[in-house]
């Protein structure tokens, strides 16, 4: 009876423990819950709340004025037909084709980097992990404004190529797509019927495969330049973490330098590869101020992304509706493809293929099994 009632006295004792660890842990954390409600889930209700009304950027958006019209900003932009709907249309090909080019050209140009200046035999390794990180600390407005004076067309680009016997384009007054021009070079001017006369969102498939512009391929470079400097010391914290040990075995084995990069290091390298891809991901679908500053969408719409359209239908457009409704469209294809990229580089394991690389052949494993049974076979006649 004594040790029952102990043992419930015990119990709780430990309860109220708990109870009062809850307590304090929810007294710490209740700073950041009220500032993360004020300062983000209430601005991201409202903006839901605004993209399925009409409100006019007048009055609050919870006023009697303000009436509910369901999807209707949604389906303007998705199936609506007329000028939003292809707004948005090439806002999506604008910004897929920088996705599409700026993603995994700069981690593979950050990877790249955080090699070379990872290498012990490297002299002045601090000068150029500074030199190659200066871009990213510099700010967007100043680097867009010095595109656009190296890329004008009398700009310094423009005069490398001509030493080079090259007439650069140009740049930020160019709207034709790279892949278009590239297929004009064989007198491929336009396309198939059923790429010229089926559309998507308002923009017909052949527009879909132009290619960025000629003035989106600047931005896309300068993007690359920019950011690839931050990643790299993602891949150096990364490469400064990983075993010697392993490395050694594999040069045990005989692996050369791009085998022991591509089957050792790249795959201990996968959740800081994820990570890159993922921020990578993100920042290049909500590109806004490089466009705001440097074209403000032109040449031709050409430049025009998502982000910069949901601010002119909001800002300048007083489409607030619609706006909103473009941002939140934004937030989906961001999760979506994230989800996508995490599928793709889920953890898998080693095939039966590649297992057989590592296992001893089927007439290796009867010759030791024969040599095993052999010296039993002699320790039974020792005996």
């Known amino acids: 009876m004594s040790v029952t009632s102990g043992s419930k006295a015990t119990t709780s004792r430990r309860a109220a423990i708990a109870g ?16 993360l409600g004020l300062f983000l889930v209430v601005p991201v209700g409202m903006a839901l709340w605004v993209s399925f009304s009409d409100w006019s950027g007048r009055g609050s958006p919870f006023s009697g004025d303000v009436s509910f019209i369901g999807f209707n900003n949604y389906q303007d932009l998705l199936g609506g037909g007329g000028l939003a709907e292809r707004d948005f249309g090439i806002s999506l090909r604008n910004n897929a084709w920088y ?31 500074t030199a190659f990180y200066f871009p990213s600390v510099t700010s967007s407005v100043a680097i867009t404004v010095l595109w656009l ?11 490398l190529l001509s030493y080079l016997g090259v007439n650069g384009p140009n740049w930020f007054a160019d709207p034709s797509g790279i892949v278009h021009n590239f297929l004009a070079l064989f007198g491929v001017t336009s396309g198939p019927a059923v790429l010229t006369d ?25 993007a690359i330049f920019t950011t690839s400097g ?31 990069f591509w089957r050792v290091t790249l795959p201990q390298l996968r959740p800081v590869l994820f990570t890159v891809l993922t ?27 998502p ?43 080693v095939s039966r293929r590649r297992m057989r690389a590592y296992l001893p052949a089927a007439s290796e494993t009867n010759s ?16």
């Open 99 to 129: 996705v599409l080019l700026v993603v995994p050209l700069q981690t593979a140009v950050s990877l790249f980097l955080a090699v070379m200046v990872n290498r012990a035999i490297l002299r002045g390794r601090g000068f150029f992990r």
């Open 307 to 349: 982000a910069y359209l949901s601010y002119t239908s909001a800002f300048s457009n007083q489409e607030w509706g619609k706006g909103s409704a473009i941002a939140f469209m934004l937030f989906v294809i961001i999760v979506v493809l994230t989800l996508v990229q995490r599928w793709v580089l889920r953890e898998r394991g």
């Open 20 to 35: 009062r660890e809850g307590v304090a842990g929810w007294l710490f954390t209740l700073p950041i819950i009220v500032i």
């Open 368 to 383: 030791s099994a024969a040599a095993v049974a052999a010296v039993a076979e002699k320790k039974d006649e020792v005996r």
């Open 149 to 159: 004076f190296l890329f004008g067309a009398t700009g310094a680009v423009n005069k």
């Open 198 to 222: 089926n559309t998507a969102l308002g923009v017909s498939y052949w527009d879909w495969l132009s290619g960025p512009s000629v003035a989106m391929t600047a931005f896309i470079l300068m």
């Open 279 to 305: 921020l990578g991901l993100i920042g290049t679908w909500q590109v806004f101020d490089q466009i705001y500053t440097g074209t403000q969408g032109g040449p031709g719409k050409t430049t025009v992304t």
């Open 230 to 260: 931050t990643f790299m010391l993602l891949f150096i914290a990364a490469l400064q973490n990983l075993s010697g040990e392993t490395q050694e075995a594999a040069m045990m084995d005989g692996a050369n330098g791009w085998q022991r």
